[in-house]
């Protein structure tokens, strides 16, 4: 069992950065994790993801260049750095992790059995 705990939203304005962190307990050697975001009146979509062992990322579109996901394996953390934000990136954010080792990392939200209970970016143009 894997419990993911995120912090580190808030309000900011447009071009500002801002670092979400997940904290998580349990075994996660192995596992990929990922970052969602949802929006008001939109499905969930993924943002972010890294192999925890091989440190692999994967980024959607919309974020690359501007979002860098690590993690720290000696406290159990993984962040999103996130950085000259838009409005568009308005949403509550989701850590997640799946529940089986693997050497992938995934974009489907399908994958991951973890989930965190989001925080809330917002910014303002």
């Known amino acids: 069992q894997v419990t993911l705990v995120e912090s580190g939203g808030g309000s900011v304005q447009a071009g500002d950065s801002l670092r979400l962190s997940c904290g998580a307990s349990?075994?996660?050697?192995?596992?990929?994790l990922g970052w969602f975001r949802q929006a008001p009146g939109k499905e969930r979509g993924f943002v972010a993801a890294?192999?925890?062992?091989?440190?692999?990322?994967i980024y959607s579109d919309s974020v690359k260049g501007r979002f860098t996901i690590s993690r720290d394996n000696a406290k159990k953390m993984f962040y999103l750095q996130m950085s000259s934000l838009k409005s568009e990136d308005t949403a509550v954010y989701y850590c997640?992790?799946?529940?089986?080792?693997?050497?992938?990392?995934?974009?489907?939200?399908?994958?991951?059995?973890?989930w965190g209970q989001g925080t809330q970016v917002t910014v303002s143009s």
């Open positions: 890294i192999n925890w062992s091989s440190g692999r990322t």
């Open positions: 997640a992790a799946t529940s089986y080792s693997t050497a992938y990392i995934y974009s489907s939200s399908g994958n991951y059995d973890y």
């Open positions: 349990g075994r996660i050697d192995n596992l990929a």
